[in-house]
Nanobody, 121 residues
């Protein structure tokens, strides 16, 4: 069984910072691309940032210069450093990853349970 568990969400004032973490656990052979998505209540889920196993990154225009995605392969963990937060960043943030399992050597896509980020004064 493979799990993704996010942490680090919370309430922050506009202009503040938060760091989200997502740790993968279980019988993992390898972790490939890892991603952060977010969903505002009543809207579709949006891809925020992506990082490959080798460290290549990409992010949506609305967060460029403010958010940074990174990963620690030794810890099976991906991070999202969020600076200069705005009220429109308020959403549930989800971790997503392509993970090869020991059980079948196949790559499957996994989601975390989500963590709430609220930006408000």
């Amino acid at each position: 069984q493979v799990q993704l568990v996010e942490s680090g969400g919370g309430l922050v004032q506009p202009g503040g910072s938060l760091r989200l973490s997502c740790a993968a656990s279980g019988s993992i052979l390898s972790i490939y691309t890892m991603r952060w998505y977010r969903r505002v209540s009543g809207e579709q889920r949006e891809l925020v940032a992506t990082i490959t196993r080798s460290g290549s990154t990409n992010c949506v225009d609305s967060v460029k210069g403010r958010f940074t995605i990174s990963r620690d392969n030794a810890k099976n963990t991906v991070y999202l450093q969020m600076n200069s937060l705005k009220p429109e960043d308020t959403a549930v943030y989800y971790c997503n990853a392509d993970i090869a399992r020991v059980a079948d050597y196949l790559t499957h896509n996994y989601w975390g349970q989500g963590t709430q980020v609220t930006v408000s004064s």
